[in-house]
């Protein structure tokens, strides 16, 4: 683990998170997984070097480094206010950003692509030497079954994996990293009733001809799959562990390069925090058993909502800084994301629009932000 010193499709928590609707609850400090099962090939490539992730302090972070992720409201900021957000990630020391690839926007009409919103955002994360972990999902209407929700897989996946490797090839020596949906292990974010008795395997589909699409253009990706929320078997989402074992009964060991989990705690009660990371072990256990030990697993999204039913900012930074410690406590997990950087809205009244954990929506910074900075700027010094 790592130690810093102190001194117009689906937009915001829609995209990122529907599972916090299951939760109602950071977590005990978890001892480092033992040698054995460190992953001997992490998903990180040289843009994120787990040693220079080493620095004594109080505030500890994955050796994989940390970042932030967020919605697809990212994709209508102004670039003023892009680079607002960008600049307050930078100062925390994060070096990794998550980014919605809209497939539904960018090629509207088959064949036709409008790069110009993601340029933006490649550009400027680049700018700010962030690593770019580029999430690709929302079908476009023509690729869906007719009448199909807007969040339902394509009809055939070899449209999606064509579409990655359009992606892919664009941002050839910008973007290495390659993430499959967005939390299919929930109805509402993988078409719905129709779909979910049977998603494992539609995401297995999805998942197989795009990992092979992607590492034909690129010469060393990280293909990362699963993105699943810390849900439950129920009629409108899966456990984490139950999707990752129907994945692999599937047939799709082979086709990652690392694993992607959502441990979302809510407000961190010890029976939540107990369920969620049980599940993530659940699920380290089955990659173990399937031979892919040497695979990470990422945390691409973890936070807190201070909205009025929720947690204050005082208690969000206390309970993401928890997690970022869980996160480097076990030896497996590789970065871990924050969602999200900025609040979606003024009003306090909708959980989903407080997710914000560096900056309000007026950009006043949260607790967090500040002992982020501090420590990062004690780093430097």
């Not at 090939?41 to 505030?59: I, L, N």
Request: net charge positive; with cysteine.
């Amino acid at each position: 683990m790592a130690r810093v010193s102190p001194s117009p499709a689906l937009t915001g928590r829609a995209w990122c998170c529907g599972a916090i609707v299951l939760l109602l609850s950071a977590p005990l400090p978890a001892p480092a997984a033992p040698a054995a099962d460190r992953p001997s090939s992490p998903g990180v490539t040289s843009e994120a070097p787990q040693s220079s992730r080493r620095v004594p302090g109080p505030v500890v972070v994955p050796d994989a480094g940390f970042g932030f992720a967020d919605g697809m409201s990212i994709l209508s900021l102004t670039p003023r206010a892009l680079e607002r957000q960008l600049t307050a990630v930078e100062r925390t020391g994060a070096t990794w950003l998550r980014v919605p690839v809209n497939w539904s926007q960018i090629e509207q009409r088959r064949g036709r692509f409008q790069w110009t919103v993601l340029d933006r955002i490649v550009r400027k994360a680049r700018r700010h030497d962030l690593s770019i972990l580029a999430n690709i999902s929302q079908a476009p209407r023509w690729a869906r079954a007719l009448l199909s929700e807007p969040s339902a897989p394509p009809q055939d996946p070899s449209t999606y994996a064509r579409f990655s490797a359009a992606v892919a090839k664009r941002y050839r020596g910008k973007i290495t990293h390659w993430e499959i949906w967005n939390e299919p292990n929930l109805n509402g974010s993988f078409g719905g009733i129709r779909t979910h008795g049977n998603a494992p395997e539609l995401y297995s589909r999805l998942l197989k001809p795009a990992y092979r699409a992607i590492h034909r253009v690129q010469r060393r990706p990280v293909v990362v799959a699963g993105a699943l929320a810390a849900g439950t078997d129920s009629s409108s989402s899966y456990s984490m562990s139950a999707f990752v074992r129907r994945m692999y009964d599937a047939g799709a060991r082979g086709s990652f390069d690392a694993l992607a989990l959502h441990p979302y705690i809510g407000s961190g009660t010890d029976a939540t925090r107990r369920r969620v990371y049980a599940d993530v072990q659940r699920v380290r256990r089955l990659m173990v058993e399937h031979h892919n030990k040497q695979l990470a697993i990422w945390w691409t999204e973890l936070g807190h909502s201070t909205w009025a039913g929720g947690v204050s900012p005082q208690a969000q930074r206390r309970l993401i800084l928890e997690q970022l410690e869980a996160a480097a406590g076990r030896a497996y997990v590789g970065p871990a994301f924050v969602y999200a950087i900025r609040d979606n809205g003024a009003s306090t009244a909708e959980v989903g629009a407080n997710f914000g954990s560096l900056l309000s929506h007026d950009f006043e910074p949260k607790p967090l932000y500040r002992t982020l900075r501090r420590s990062h700027r004690s780093r430097s010094e």
